[in-house]
């Protein structure tokens, strides 16, 4: 596995290892938040990026706090295992696309890296494997690539694409061939620091399928179609108007 520090790793981690071994772990340290920042400013302006901001500092540390009944129900409801990653287990870089990380999937020369929660994988990394490389992103590709995809679905009142797709990596953001892809139903109990828990529980039962299929030589995948269209975190004014006229929370 290649993962960050999110909590879906160690979800994805501890869902997997109930039905197969896993022998390493490659976990890389979070790229800088003032980084990403800047980076997306050039994409989308200081306006944008702001809000988001605001977003991320006044009203997600609250939402975090309200939400923390609810937030414990779904672990009990959908049995999500938080237990850390194995120490023992772990073997740690800076970035997933480093030199030390290169060298030391080519020693290993693993026959599947399940990817979730890291950066995106340089085509060095990937030319230089014959590995299969596979990601559960959190949305429905290609329509919401991106990050808070099961958000922006509800946002847009698009039910029939809030949920979760199990894809191969390539050089793209959320761009490789889709391998499965389900949905997922939260209540009106549920926000957005509750939807991903569901995105990340399906996700893995649609990974648990792909590696089967990988190993019994039945893998297939199409390549995505339609509409495609990345998102980012909301600003806080969407935030506050989709609450209020579209009751997304």
């Not at 302006?45 to 540390?61: A, E, N, T, Y």
């Not at 706090?65 to 009990?76: A, D, G, M, T």
């Not at 950066?119 to 990601?135: A, P």
Request: include cysteine; proline fraction near 4%; aromatic fraction near 12%.
């Amino acid at each position: 596995m290649l993962v960050g520090k999110a909590k879906s790793s160690t979800i994805m981690y501890n869902e997997l290892k109930k039905h197969f071994y896993i022998y390493k772990v490659v976990q890389e340290e979070p790229i800088p938040m003032k980084k990403i920042m800047i980076k997306r400013m050039k994409r989308l302006g200081f306006f944008s990026v702001f809000g988001q901001i605001l977003f991320g500092l006044m009203v997600l540390p609250v939402l975090r706090r309200l939400s923390k009944k609810q937030y414990n129900k779904v672990i009990e409801d959908l049995r999500i295992d938080l237990t850390p990653i194995d120490e023992k287990c772990i073997f740690k870089v800076d970035s997933i696309n480093s030199k030390a990380c290169l060298e030391f999937l080519k020693k290993e020369n693993p026959d599947i890296v399940i990817v979730n929660g890291c950066r995106i994988i340089s085509n060095k990394i990937l030319s230089n494997l014959k590995s299969i490389f596979i990601n559960t992103h959190e949305g429905i590709t290609p329509l919401y690539r991106g990050i808070h995809g099961a958000y922006w679905a509800l946002v847009n009142q698009d039910n029939e694409h809030c949920g979760v797709t199990v894809h191969l990596v390539d050089k793209g953001v959320d761009t490789g061939g889709i391998i499965y892809q389900g949905l997922i139903y939260p209540d009106d109990k549920d926000n957005f620091t509750t939807y991903p828990l569901y995105q990340t529980k399906k996700g893995a039962e649609l990974l648990i399928h792909t590696i089967e299929d990988v190993f019994s030589g039945d893998l297939k995948y199409f390549q995505p179609k339609g509409e495609s269209k990345i998102w980012y975190h909301p600003t806080i004014w969407e935030y506050f108007y989709y609450r209020i006229y579209r009751g997304v929370k």
